[in-house]
């Protein structure tokens, strides 16, 4: 299966795939919108930051341009913000953690917040492609399918990857399941690509 690829070969085929223009065309895709996932396993997380990063530089040498969007990295700006990063990181320790992401769903609300962030990146910054990361930093805050469900309208002119710390498998039977560290699998999204399987 392509999810065992090496890193190395993993590397090779998201260039391929990414600086495609069937790939920036959106070829292939019938009237899907243009979200692809990118699994990978979770112990491969520090060195998955570094090769999306090489990733970023190398596809850009062939014109492709790539807004790349940390899911962790919006959270902390939203609550920046808001005023209120300082006042969540000092209550932490002694709050359980069921208020602690009640508190957080709240202040990052996908469609409320995280969306239109995102949104004004999209209109603000030139780009052929969209990278979305950091999906394990901001479990169970923020949830993979709720933001890939709410960025259907926002993010449909250029093709998204998501670079997802688990596996996602799609079949007709069951449709799709994003089971994020390979462990939790209970979100359901059916509507993007494996990129792993993207041939062009």
């Given at each position: 299966?392509?999810e065992q690829l090496t890193r190395k070969e993993r590397a090779e085929h998201l260039y ?5 223009e069937r790939f920036l065309t959106k070829q292939g895709l019938g009237n899907e919108v ?167």
């Open positions: 299966m392509s391929r795939v990414i600086t495609s243009p979200f692809f996932i990118c699994p990978f396993p979770a112990s491969e997380g520090l060195s998955m930051t570094e090769d999306r990063a090489d990733l970023i530089e190398r596809i850009g040498h062939s014109g492709v341009k790539v807004l790349d969007l940390s899911l962790y990295e919006l959270s902390l700006g939203i609550l920046e913000e808001r005023g209120i990063l300082e006042d969540v990181l000092s209550a932490e320790p002694g709050m359980e953690k069921s208020e602690l992401r009640e508190l957080l769903q709240g202040v990052l609300d996908v469609h409320e917040h995280l969306i239109p962030k995102i949104a004004a990146a999209i209109d603000s910054q030139p780009h052929d492609v969209i990278f979305l990361s950091g999906v394990g930093e901001v479990y169970p805050y923020i949830r993979s399918h709720n933001v890939l469900n709410n960025l259907q309208s926002t993010a449909k002119d250029r093709p998204t990857v998501l670079f997802f710390p688990g596996s996602y498998t799609h079949s007709t039977a069951t449709g799709g399941s994003l089971d994020l560290f390979s462990l939790l699998h209970d979100d359901k999204y059916y509507r993007a690509f494996n990129i792993l399987n993207y041939e062009v």
